[in-house]
């Protein structure tokens, strides 16, 4: 597995055709694993990048304290046969003077994540444009668990006419229903015994679906197990369309609930496919 830093290294690093590429931001977990697998699976050479990106945090978001950890990130990478890592510095991938941006606009990127992290999918678009550039990528790989991103990032590559596949993975869970994310570390160990709920009112309004209940009524019945969480203030829950993120009156199929809600020390977002 080969290890590259610097951006202007990756051109001779890099095969031509047949790169599969996972974009993450490191302190890896069985979801990022997925995304590798699939790759792994689907392209002859698996290309996966570290980098916690600063412009994609707010200010008094958590870019200062986000969990990193190289080596057990490399070895958790090695393992799976992955063949390059690029590990760059924000310096390395902004240098000073930098100011051009890649802005997905319009009602996808202004409600729900948009509305509560304002400039977040702004620099997630443009590290991904600036990545897709450098990779080249046949295929890239995003978790559904930020089911909103996977949606401004197609679309993105849809405007720009990015000659790749963008493959959405479903979200891993642990056993309880807490779907993975780095920043479940910093949950206290009270609050990660209330955070699996989140998943319980995503079922329920999928429940409510299943046994012919109205949209209104399946995000009822899931904002009332989001009632019960202690310390937990809920950002949004709703019942969309997965395409538009408009929200529904009437089902539609693949309807989608999504949920948001900060306890005191991380925010937790979580989605889940409620209509077939
Ligand atoms: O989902 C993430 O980890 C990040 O938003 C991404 C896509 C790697 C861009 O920084």
């Known amino acids: 597995m080969r290890v590259v830093r610097r951006p202007q290294e990756l051109g001779a690093a890099l095969p031509r055709g047949g790169v599969g590429f996972v974009p993450t931001m490191g302190y890896l977990h069985e979801g990022h694993l997925a995304l590798v697998r699939r790759a792994r699976a689907e392209n002859p050479f698996v290309a996966v990048s570290i980098f916690v990106n600063p412009l994609q945090f707010g200010p008094g978001e958590d870019y200062d304290r986000y969990p990193r950890d190289e080596a057990r990130d490399l070895a958790m990478l090695e393992a799976e046969g992955v063949d390059l890592v690029f590990l760059p510095t924000p310096e390395a991938l902004y ?3 930098f100011s051009t941006h890649v802005e997905v606009t319009g009602p996808l990127t202004e409600r729900f994540e948009g509305a509560h992290r304002p400039g977040h999918f702004r620099g997630v ?52 229903g807490l779907a993975l994310s780095s920043r479940n570390v910093y949950l206290t160990p009270e609050h990660r015994k209330e955070a699996p709920k989140l998943y319980r009112a995503l079922l329920a309004a999928r429940e409510a679906a299943r046994s012919g209940r109205s949209v209104a009524e399946a995000e009822a019945a899931a904002k009332a197990i989001l009632d019960t969480i202690p310390d937990f203030a809920l950002d949004y ?40």
């Open 95 to 97: 240098p000073e003077g």
């Open 125 to 176: 678009t443009t590290v991904v444009a600036k990545l897709f550039h450098l990779f080249h990528p046949d295929r890239a790989y995003f978790g559904e668990k930020d089911f909103q991103q996977l949606a401004v990032i197609r679309h993105m590559v849809r405007d720009l006419n990015f000659p790749l596949e963008v493959v959405g993975v479903p979200t891993v869970r642990e056993p309880d």
């Open 237 to 276: 829950f709703a019942i969309v369309h997965p395409g538009t993120f408009a929200s529904l009156e009437d089902w539609v199929p693949g309807a989608r609930a999504l949920v948001a809600g900060r306890f005191p020390e991380v925010r937790l977002i979580d989605n889940l496919e409620v209509y077939p």
